[in-house]
């Protein structure tokens, strides 16, 4: 138990990966390549090495190594959380596998490793440079490391590969199961899948799978008497799927689902069929000890801290998050919207095209049974005022819808009236900083009331729909307070958050808001010039999670619609 908080097997053998492993950096391998023979430090997993002093900034490669011990009759599959940026993997000195991107969770399978100990060693790289296009310089840190929990699994040749669990209302609820199996050998294999949803059972027909091949069932598990997921009671179900050879169980694989429905009617945004308003915050996962490899406490403690807040709603700003806080958020009531990763990307970078679409697919294929999840974004500030950019965000939005068509999808736009991607979108999202790039704090609300007639005018694309303002903020340097209440000072942002949160929850056409943001975050180099202390300083808390002057604003503010929403 390390990639969730639950117990995901039973039959299933598995072995968390994490703790202390070795550790060397190709600078201090001094120009010698391949697999390094020495290592010279330790490095914990997961974490990442700017934890190390005199690793603070290294960008480049380094390998990460540790041993295992396997029972030696079934394949091995390793999953990872996370490894930031690009992870090369090798079991027993040979290649088994890469992957690009931090944020999506990612596995490797090797057959016939046999009885006894074995190697693991991961070369990671978080460099930037034209391979990789959503990793770049930024207004927000991207590390290096295995930041995500590791598990090593034993699985059989015919073995449970993914669940996707779906529910949905039409008198009584219903639940879409698909179970992807997957036959790893060279002969044929036929099994079959029994689901069980608390004290309901059902006994699927047995299929039988080419060599090499996957296969997708799907089932509907219908007149389910199940009491809804909802923020005031998130009722979690187990839901656990065993696959059978020649009458014997041989795999298992559970995950927890809610059920609930989130859906858009007209300018609403409808939970179970009652109309609901969003209140909260995005986040980083960004922390001055950890970086981005928060531990449970700490991610416990951020979404404690927004509950005192009186939010209901997280945006994981900029990419998926780890699927323990989600996890959590599922415990909580808290809604999400996850999105691909991507902060304002060029498209006509050489591998943007396949390192969005494998995001956007790694993110909606791990996470989608996640009731918190209620929406799913992508694109953040990207190119939607032209047509060829609206083409790539036709190409992402559609391959969600494709994946999960039960979610409303949306991107955060910053190109107001010259936007022309509204009518892709079930929501539309803006990020408006007024009060902060533009105007002062008793400058908010004209300019958002002239975007809204503009939206519901038909000229859009993108009238008569929910709209969230996805962020808006300003920055404020914790302690800094002089009495002219200048830009930066803890004042200056809670005059700002104060009149725009007065306006936007009390707007009935805004159904969500979410304040930009929730922590202050470090960012990359050449972002330093344009932020102080080399951070983004909008947090309402600072970087360790001191409150600033705007945390009893915002929770003020909060707590009143709160009691007017009802949630
Ligand atoms: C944008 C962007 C954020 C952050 C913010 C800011 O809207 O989406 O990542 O950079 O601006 O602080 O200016």
Redesign the pocket.
């Known amino acids: 138990m390390s990639l969730r908080r639950f117990k995901q097997h039973k039959i299933r053998k598995t072995l968390s990966l994490d703790g202390s492993w070795d550790f060397i950096t190709q600078e201090d391998l001094k120009g010698k390549t391949g697999l390094p023979k020495k290592y010279s430090r330790k490095i914990e997993v997961p974490g990442c090495w700017e934890q190390i002093p005199g690793l603070e900034n290294y960008r480049g490669k380094a390998w990460l190594r540790t041993r295992f011990k396997s029972p030696g009759t079934k394949a091995l599959r390793i999953v990872f959380g996370g490894v930031s940026h690009t992870g090369t993997v090798y079991v027993d000195k040979k290649i088994s596998g890469t992957h690009y991107d931090a944020f999506t969770p990612w596995d490797v399978v090797v057959r016939g490793v046999k009885k006894g100990v074995h190697e693991l060693v991961v070369e990671v790289d978080n460099s930037f440079g034209p391979h990789s296009a959503l990793h770049r310089e ?3 840190y991207t590390y290096g490391g295995i930041t995500r929990p590791v598990e090593a699994q034993w699985i059989p040749d015919l073995f449970i590969e993914n669940i996707q669990a779906t529910p949905a209302k039409s008198r009584g609820w219903n639940l879409e199961v698909k179970i992807r199996i997957r036959n790893l050998s060279d002969t044929s294999l036929a099994g079959k899948a029994i689901v069980s949803l608390g004290n309901r059972q059902m006994e699927l027909s047995q299929v039988s799978l080419k060599p090499k091949s996957s296969h997708q069932i799907t089932q509907i598990l219908s007149g389910l008497k199940v009491a809804p997921w909802t923020p005031e009671n998130p009722k979690l179900y187990d839901l656990r799927v065993i696959l059978e050879k020649d009458g014997e169980a041989i795999d298992d694989l559970s995950d927890r689902v809610g059920f609930r429905e989130f859906k858009v009617k007209g300018r609403k945004l409808m939970l179970n069929g009652r109309s609901i308003r969003l209140r909260g915050f ?1 986040r980083h996962e960004d922390h001055p000890v950890y970086g981005n490899a928060l531990p449970i406490q700490a991610m416990n403690k951020d979404l404690n801290i927004m509950q005192d807040l009186g939010s209901n709603f997280v945006r994981t ?2 990419y998926p998050n780890d699927m323990r806080f989600l996890d959590m958020c599922d415990e909580r009531g808290i809604m999400v919207w996850e999105e691909s990763h991507c ?2 990307v060029p498209f006509d970078e050489p591998n943007f095209d396949e390192q969005i679409t494998q995001s956007t697919k790694e993110m909606v294929e791990w996470h989608a049974n996640h009731p918190s999840i209620v929406m799913w974004g992508c694109l ?2 990207c190119e939607s005022n032209s047509s060829s950019g609206k083409r790539t965000h036709k190409k992402v939005l559609n391959l969600i819808r494709e994946m999960d068509p039960s979610r409303p999808v949306t991107f ?1 736009s ?1 190109k107001n009236e010259t936007d022309l991607c509204l009518d892709l979108v079930d929501i539309v999202s803006w ?1 408006k ?1 007024d009060g902060w ?1 533009s105007g002062g704090p008793n400058s908010i609300g004209p300019p958002i009331e002239e975007l809204l007639r503009w939206l519901h005018s038909k000229k859009s694309g993108g009238a008569d729909k929910p709209v969230i303002l996805s ?1 808006f ?1 300003a ?1 404020a340097l914790r302690g800094y307070n002089p009495a002219h209440k200048p830009k930066w000072s803890e004042s200056y942002q809670a005059d700002v958050l104060d009149k725009s949160l007065e306006h936007y929850l009390n707007h009935p056409d805004i159904a969500g808001a979410a304040i ?2 929730f922590c202050d975050v470090r960012v990359t180099r050449r972002w330093w010039l344009q932020r102080p202390r080399t951070m ?1 300083n ?1 947090g309402v808390v600072d970087e360790f999670r001191k409150p600033k002057l705007s945390y009893k604003t915002v929770k003020k503010r909060f707590f009143e619609a709160k009691k007017r929403w009802g949630c």
């Open positions: 930024n207004d927000y995005n700003s900029h902060r304002t953040n500030e955060a910053n990020n900083y790039y962020e903020g920055g930009w943001q983004n909008k």
